[in-house]
C-alpha cells in the first residue's frame, strides 16, 4: 500500500488543521493506521493509532484531547483532526499502517511521505 499525507502548513497558535492520509495499491481496511511526527532534532514520536474497524484508537498523552483520528475506508483514507495547536506540535507528520494495533513505529510495515506542521507563536 502506498500511502500520502497532505493538509499540513502553518498556523498559529490554537488553531486546528486537518491531516489527510490518501492510500493507493491496497484498500486500508485490512489495516491499523497510524500518525507519527517528527519534530527538527528529535526522534519520531507516535500521535495516534486507529483499529481496523475503527472502533478503538490509541492517542499519545501530548495530543489527547486535542487530536481526533478517523478512517473513511470507502475513501481509503485517514485523517487527523487537532484542535487548540501548540508550538509543540510543530513537525513533519507521516501516516503508517501496520497489522497490530499498537503505538510502536516499528511495527509499521508502510509508510507515506510527511507534511509538515508548523505552529507559530
Known amino acids: 500500500v502506498q500511502l500520502q499525507a497532505s493538509g499540513g502548513g502553518l498556523v498559529q497558535a490554537g488553531g486546528s488543521l486537518r491531516l489527510s492520509c490518501a492510500a493507493s495499491?491496497?484498500?486500508?481496511?485490512?489495516?491499523?493506521m497510524g500518525w507519527f511526527r517528527q519534530a527538527p532534532g528529535k526522534e519520531r514520536e507516535f500521535v495516534a493509532a486507529?483499529?481496523?474497524?475503527?472502533?478503538?484508537?490509541l492517542y499519545a498523552d501530548s495530543v489527547k484531547g486535542r487530536s481526533t483520528i478517523s478512517r473513511d475506508d470507502a475513501k481509503n483514507t485517514v485523517y487527523l483532526q487537532t484542535n487548540s495547536l501548540k508550538p509543540e506540535d510543530t513537525a513533519v507528520y507521516s501516516c503508517?499502517?501496520?497489522?497490530?494495533?499498537?503505538?510502536?513505529?516499528?511495527?509499521?510495515?508502510?509508510w507515506g511521505q510527511g507534511t509538515l506542521v508548523t505552529v507559530s507563536s
Open positions: 503508517a499502517a501496520a497489522s497490530l494495533y499498537n503505538s510502536d513505529p516499528l511495527n509499521y510495515g508502510y
Open positions: 495499491g491496497r484498500s486500508i481496511s485490512r489495516y491499523v
Open positions: 486507529i483499529s481496523r474497524s475503527g472502533g478503538s484508537a
